[in-house]
């Protein structure tokens, strides 16, 4: 899958000076992003993410004399002023808190989007109806940003960044000030917008929902770089980084139901034989019946004590704790044979409670 | 009705219309206020939008112009009018070619209230929403558009807020600067009501210079709730 990279950042620092001490918002990233991906930046606030992206556009330029900002081909930072505008015109951005103009109608914070378009009246008029309908505000046109809800309002922002027909969206924590419902409701629309016009899409999150929902490549930002990076099912299936791991259990819960498994009482007093472990599975794997498979050929029992399923990009990933039990010499068998079955394995714990009564 | 008004408050009858009279008193006072308005009004916009966009986070940050620009305007605003009135005759004579009348109290006039006006501004503008103007910067805007369409659009309501507090202000000038020869009702209102112990002048005065606060307020009032939608 050779595509054409899009956007490609090379080497960026961003230093902002405070009193007496360098604060190092973006620490020497690169990040390569492909035309057509929806591409998923996450990381704590304060990691640097809201920096990193305005990087794109050059509302943050980079403070070291090496750095590259290449965005469809043209190398930004060697453009003057006015012709770096037209370029920003060409890269949509959304913000977390929508940035509205209050004393403008709907039709007119759409409008505003156009004064350099140089359309006509009639036209101008004409486009703004049709970005209103893509994101379904038409009855809205006339009313004015404080009537509208978050959702409406970031519904808003997206006409007006997509009014110049951009490349590319920056999406700047968009959902973070919305609802649940509503957000969902927004990512879809990101998602939509980005197989029906190819709209290349970048955004920022906290919420690692988001970024499972609708992104096709991820990083993980954490202190001003990039821990991780890599396709969604590659970063959710196998993470590397701490962090990376942190953010997947968020939505997963995987960590968090294993400390609460480790607190009972079955497992503290694990016998010999029976093995706590983390079963990962993705894809067409999952279509065998493992569990049953496993007592009939090992007479090995499985106990599943929490299973986690997500459809990523079409493919299911699931994650299951399970204690085996059967006797030492099966339950070896039934891991390895699980293994052959292209399904991760990670023994969690092993059992060495001598079995007081056995037949 | 004429002998009523004879009978309460006579000087103000027999001193109505005429040279020196009221009369001629609103008309100088509704001049100064007015042409100090437009000049003194557009002058400190300048002044106050060149304070925000100069700011250390402005669009066009610049520290050391911030710093002149700050400090004309701090030393401005430091000067008692009563003394700008005096300090400002030189000037005054070089540009108009007189320094007494209504036309000789233009020029501190403006001296006293552009910079008043210029903080004012800068004030109302620097609220203006950080994130709307780098929505507008992420459009591809620059830094005139961004003034004319985000920072005075956005700023309308809270401007002619201010604007009208300038006005009054001003209007408090003009019976100032009346006091030391410029005309208007204050002139009127000292020369002839206190100096010559005419207390029903005073009264009148005062009344006429209220009308016009009451005016002005009103209407900038109305005209900012129009604007405002948030």
Same mark, same amino acid.
């Given at each position: 899958?050779?595509?054409?990279?899009?956007?490609?950042?090379?080497?960026?620092?961003?230093?902002?000076?405070?009193?007496?001490?360098?604060?190092?918002?973006?620490?020497?990233?690169?990040?390569?992003?492909?035309?057509?991906?929806?591409?998923?930046?996450?990381?704590?606030?304060?990691?640097?993410?809201?920096?990193?992206?305005?990087?794109?556009?050059?509302?943050?330029?980079?403070?070291?004399?090496?750095?590259?900002?290449?965005?469809?081909?043209?190398?930004?930072?060697?453009?003057?002023?006015?012709?770096?505008?037209?370029?920003?015109?060409?890269?949509?951005?959304?913000?977390?808190?929508?940035?509205?103009?209050?004393?403008?109608?709907?039709?007119?914070?759409?409008?505003?989007?156009?004064?350099?378009?140089?359309?006509?009246?009639?036209?101008?008029?004409?486009?703004?109806?049709?970005?209103?309908?893509?994101?379904?505000?038409?009855?809205?046109?006339?009313?004015?940003?404080?009537?509208?809800?978050?959702?409406?309002?970031?519904?808003?922002?997206?006409?007006?960044a997509l009014a110049n027909r951009p490349d590319i969206l920056i999406s700047d924590e968009a959902t973070s000030a919305l609802d649940p419902k509503t957000t969902v409701a927004i990512l879809d629309l990101l998602a939509d917008l980005n197989r029906k016009l190819g709209l290349t899409v970048v955004l920022i999150t906290h919420e690692m929902d988001a970024v499972k929902r609708?992104?096709?490549?991820?990083?993980?930002?954490?202190?001003?770089?990039?821990?991780?990076?890599?396709?969604?099912?590659?970063?959710?299936?196998?993470?590397?980084?701490?962090?990376?791991?942190?953010f997947i259990d968020t939505t997963t819960h995987l960590e968090s139901a294993l400390a609460a498994v480790n607190q009972q009482a079955a497992i503290k007093h694990l016998q010999v034989g029976s093995v706590l472990v983390q079963l990962g599975y993705q894809g067409e794997s999952t279509d065998q019946p493992l569990i049953t498979e496993l007592y009939r050929r090992f007479e090995?029992?499985?106990?599943?004590?929490?299973?986690?399923?997500?459809?990523?990009?079409?493919?299911?990933?699931?994650?299951?704790?399970?204690?085996?039990?059967?006797?030492?010499?099966?339950?070896?068998?039934?891991?390895?044979?699980?293994?052959?079955?292209?399904?991760?394995?990670?023994?969690?714990?092993?059992?060495?409670?001598?079995?007081?009564?056995?037949? | 009705?004429?002998?009523?008004? $004879?009978?309460? @408050?006579?000087?103000?009858?027999?001193?109505?219309? %005429?040279?020196? /009279?009221?009369? !001629? +008193? #609103?008309?100088? $006072?509704?001049? @100064?206020?007015?042409?100090?308005?437009?000049?003194? %009004?557009?002058? /400190?916009?300048? !002044? +106050? #939008?060149?304070?925000?966009?100069?700011?250390?986070?402005?669009?066009?940050?610049?520290?050391?112009?911030?710093?002149?620009?700050?400090? #004309?305007?701090?030393?401005?605003?430091?000067?008692?009018?009563?003394?700008?009135?005096?300090?400002?005759?030189?000037?005054?004579?070089?540009?108009?070619?007189?320094?007494?009348?209504?036309?000789?109290?233009?020029?501190?006039?403006?001296?006293?209230?552009?910079?008043?006006?210029?903080?004012?501004?800068?004030?109302?503008?620097?609220?203006?929403?950080?994130?709307?103007?780098?929505?507008?910067?992420?459009?591809?805007?620059?830094?005139?558009?961004?003034?004319?369409?985000?920072?005075?659009?956005?700023?309308?309501?809270?401007?002619?807020?201010?604007?009208?507090?300038?006005?009054?202000?001003?209007?408090?000038?003009?019976?100032?600067?009346?006091?030391?020869?410029?005309?208007?009702?204050?002139?009127?209102?000292?020369?002839k009501g206190y100096q010559r112990y005419q207390n029903d002048i005073i009264w009148v005065c005062t009344l006429l210079i209220l009308v016009i606060v009451f005016i002005v307020q009103g209407l900038g009032d109305l005209w900012a709730r129009k604007v405002d939608h948030s």
């Open positions: 899958m050779a595509a054409e990279p899009i956007i490609e950042l090379k080497n960026i620092c961003v230093t902002f000076k405070e009193d007496k001490r360098d604060v190092h918002a973006v620490d020497h990233v690169d990040l390569s992003v492909d035309r057509g991906d929806i591409y998923g930046v996450v990381g704590y606030s304060g990691a640097g993410k809201s920096t990193l992206i305005r990087v794109i556009n050059l509302l943050q330029r980079p403070t070291n004399a090496d750095a590259s900002v290449k965005v469809n081909g043209t190398d930004l930072l060697g453009l003057d002023a006015s012709k770096l505008r037209g370029e920003r015109r060409k890269i949509g951005m959304i913000f977390q808190h929508f940035n509205l103009m209050q004393s403008l109608s709907i039709a007119d914070n759409v409008d505003f989007a156009l004064k350099k378009a140089h359309l006509s009246k009639a036209d101008r008029k004409k486009r703004v109806a049709e970005l209103l309908e893509l994101v379904g505000l038409t009855d809205k046109a006339d009313d004015y940003p404080a009537q509208l809800s978050g959702g409406q309002k970031q519904r808003v922002g997206i006409a007006r609708i992104c096709n490549r991820v990083a993980v930002m954490e202190a001003g770089r990039l821990v991780e990076t890599g396709d969604l099912l590659q970063i959710f299936s196998q993470p590397e980084a701490p962090l990376t791991k942190d090995v029992s499985a106990n599943i004590l929490y299973g986690n399923l997500e459809i990523l990009q079409g493919t299911p990933v699931g994650n299951l704790l399970v204690i085996l039990s059967g006797t030492p010499k099966h339950t070896e068998q039934a891991l390895v044979f699980m293994k052959e079955q292209r399904v991760s394995v990670k023994v969690l714990k092993s059992g060495t409670e001598e079995v007081s009564v056995h037949d | 009705m004429i002998d009523f008004l $004879t009978k309460i @408050m006579p000087n103000v009858v027999e001193n109505w219309s %005429g040279d020196n /009279g009221i009369l !001629l +008193g #609103i008309g100088q $006072t509704l001049y @100064m206020t007015f042409w100090t308005t437009l000049i003194g %009004g557009i002058l /400190g916009l300048i !002044l +106050g #939008i060149a304070l925000v966009v100069t700011e250390k986070k402005g669009i066009l940050a610049n520290a050391v112009v911030y710093s002149i620009l700050d400090k #004309i305007v701090n030393i401005f605003r430091s000067i008692p009018f009563v003394i700008l009135l005096a300090v400002a005759f030189p000037l005054t004579q070089l540009l108009v070619h007189t320094t007494i009348g209504p036309k000789g109290a233009l020029v501190p006039l403006i001296l006293g209230s552009a910079p008043f006006y210029a903080r004012q501004v800068q004030n109302t503008l620097v609220q203006v929403d950080s994130g709307v103007i780098e929505s507008a910067e992420a459009l591809g805007y620059g830094p005139w558009t961004i003034v004319f369409s985000v920072y005075l659009r956005e700023g309308l309501p809270d401007l002619i807020r201010t604007s009208v507090l300038t006005i009054i202000s001003i209007i408090g000038l003009t019976a100032m600067a009346g006091a030391v020869g410029a005309g208007g009702l204050g002139y009127i209102a000292i020369s």
